[in-house]
């Protein structure tokens, strides 16, 4: 049978018990029979069947589903589930009993009791985590609340700074017209005076040439020499001032075209040996053709000026990343390249004008104009081996208005 079998008389002694029980109790091979019922119970169950299962059985005749706990060989307890009736034969008493170990059902209630204690404690944790999360999230939205307070300061901040740096720009911009215009007023003034000096010391050298010393001779010439130059410095700077104004007018130019025909009507004096040029074929670039000559001619003119006699030149360009960079190469004197930026300053010069004539506002026209077209310009040179001056177009200019970069004082 698949479960303990066992009864017993009314004086509590074992009748008969299976096989089953017998191994339930790991008293397999001996014999029950002769011994009382409570022999195999727990001090416990001995007394609920003293107090409660005879009493009980002995009254109703049947017992269901008690839960006892036997006592095996080894002396531990076996939990068992007994059903039991009472039976009468020939006059005698028969408790029989059926016995169930539940010895298995005890370790799954303990680890669904164990189950339901982590479950619980799951609970308890999650709940706990939910309170924080809770928490946290309210700090968050305080955070947030706090942030956007912050960033509408900020956006005011923002805006207020916007508004001085657009009232400060409006009077730079104002201040920087009103100095170009008088720039321009007193250059455009000076001429006039100045033609008259140059004229009279002209003149005045030719009606006395013959009366006076050979000292005051070259007096007078070095004064028309000077008013010339003068002269000269003053339309090199009307040019450059007037660059501040003038609209552009892009177009496509022909670089390689508008450099040849610059070195054409290049000015070298009759004793120098003149330059060898050479021009790269193809070169385009958008811009206002007008303003474009004036860089080239400048970067060219010094070229020449430069170099040594019968030196040669190369004006090329080279392309990277889609961007073209015109360059005007000599074999030059060169230049320390501690002033590689200064040079580009009006009226910085690294040269004497005992070696070289010059005004010193070329190279700040280049850079006026190539920067009011959007692009850039740079020199790289090594003293007594030449220079490269390189400048870069954007495809389309963005004119834009330069401020005023005349030296203080
Ligand atoms: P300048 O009329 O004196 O040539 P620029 O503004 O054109 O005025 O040039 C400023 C200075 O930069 C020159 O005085 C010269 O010292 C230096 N410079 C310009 N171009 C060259 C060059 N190709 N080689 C050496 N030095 C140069």
Sequence with gaps: ????????GDDGIILAANATLLRLLGREGESLVGQHFESILTLPAKIFYQTHFFPLLKMSGTVEEVYLALKTASRDDLPVLINAVRREMEGFFVNECVVVAMRRRSLYEDEILRAKKDLEAANLEKEEANLSLGVAKLALEQKK???QHRNCELEELREMLELRVEQRTGSLVRA???LESFCY??????RAPLRGIISTSTILKEQIAAEISEEQLALLERQAFNGRKLADLIDDLLVFARLGHDAIIPADVNISQLTTEIIGRLEIPSTRVKPTFSVQPGMRAVGDKALLRIVLQNLIENAAKYSPEGGEIHIGSTSAGGQTTYFVRDHGIGFDMAYATKIFMPFQRLHRDSEFEGSGVGLATATRIVERHGGKVWAESVVGEGSSFYFT????????TLPNSFPPG
């Design 1 to 8: 049978m698949p479960c303990g079998y066992l009864s017993f």
């Design 145 to 147: 609340d706090e942030l």
């Design 176 to 178: 920087n017209a009103d």
């Design 185 to 190: 007023a007193v250059a455009h003034d000076l």
């Design 393 to 400: 177009l954007p495809d389309e200019p963005t004119p834009t």
